[in-house]
Nanobody, 124 residues
């Protein structure tokens, strides 16, 4: 059983930056593809970014390409999401997820473990 705990959310002005962290415990971190999803009020949860077990391959939603960067530190059992040039439409609850597979997919039901989420609010 893997436990995931996100941190780093907050309120930021448009154009600003935030760095989210997700600390994992209870499993072998390097066995899991890691991902970030977000959910805006009244909308479905959507895929934001994913990273392979070793960190060499990343995947991004088109809406965040060039602005967000996912990374991981397997020695620290932590995955990060660096978010730059934030826009009001990036507002939402951001969730860390883990998947015991070799690739990231954008379907939430395909991910096995989830954190509780951290809130990101981007003001215009």
């Amino acid at each position: 059983q893997v436990q995931l705990v996100e941190s780093g959310g907050g309120l930021v002005q448009a154009g600003g930056s935030l760095r989210l962290s997700c600390a994992a415990s209870g499993g072998t971190f390097s066995y899991y593809v890691m991902g970030w999803f977000r959910q805006a009020p009244g909308k479905e949860r959507e895929f934001v970014a994913g990273i392979s077990r070793g960190g060499l391959t990343t995947w991004y939603a088109d809406s965040v390409k060039g602005r967000f960067t996912i990374s991981r530190d397997n020695a620290k059992n932590t995955v990060y999401l660096q978010m730059n040039s934030l826009k009001p439409e990036d507002t939402g609850d951001y969730y860390c997820a883990a998947r015991g597979a070799t690739i990231a997919v954008n379907t939430p039901r395909a991910w096995e473990y989830w954190g509780q989420g951290t809130q990101v609010t981007v003001s215009s």
